[in-house]
């Protein structure tokens, strides 16, 4: 079988859609073991609330991950903008490495920059002041010495506050899409030939025009609110896959 590598993001994992859960898992079961590396670039989980979560939902994730690792699959993790409180103790339980927020990867032989993708949204600016605040390492701190009761809540409130929000105009969903100059600026600077990402839930393959770079391309994964989606690339090239939820 030729060598394999998997990215996911946007998974948006809770206990209120057991059935993109069970999609996830059967995943890990059946498609993940054949793959040399799997990547998960941000947004596993709809909330993650501190590594001190011990709720049968969070434990029953890790353990199927730690399974994976365990089997020799190497795992990574990027951050994304729902569970940017994974630290070192998921890490540690999972067997999963945690990756800075732009890494750079040698993808049999292509350069390619992996990123959760919501640094490149430039265009929504209130998010990025948002953004830059919440993220802020004393806030970070803050946030994860809060009683775990008090997290939940948070996190409670925001999932309720996300899903009474009116359906988004066209052109607020193109100020939410990543800015091109942005894209092409990460991808120059990092000198890589592909860039994979989620965030924007539009699963895609663009091509990329850069500086003296003949072919760059821009591969955006699927959400799983509908179905899963994952990328699959090997030496040969890569491809984008869908499989229905139950």
Known sequence: MAATTWFIADLHLSPARPDITALFLQFLRQQAPNADALYI???????????DDNSDFAQSIQAALAQLTQ???A????????DFLIGPSFATRTGVTLLPEASVIDLYGCRTLIMHGDSL?????????????????WLTKLLLRLPLAWR???????????????????A??????????????????HQVQWLIHG?????????????NQALAQRIVLGDWYQQGSWLAVTAQGL???TAPLR
């Open 121 to 137: 949204c430039t265009d929504d600016v209130s998010y990025q002041r948002f953004r830059r605040i919440i993220r802020h390492p």
């Open 239 to 241: 491809q984008l896959h």
């Open 172 to 189: 607020q969903l193109k100020i939410m899409d990543v800015n091109q100059c942005a894209v092409v600026e990460a991808m120059q600077q």
């Open 75 to 82: 795992v990574y993790f990027i951050a994304g903008n729902r």
């Open 199 to 211: 965030h924007t839930h539009r699963p895609n393959i663009h091509q990329v025009a850069l500086a």
């Open 41 to 51: 670039l941000g947004d596993l989980f709809d909330a993650w609330i501190g590594d």
């Open 71 to 73: 089997q020799g699959v």
């Open 152 to 170: 939940m809540r948070i996190a409670n409130k925001l999932r309720a506050n996300s899903a009474t929000q009116k359906p988004l105009t066209d």
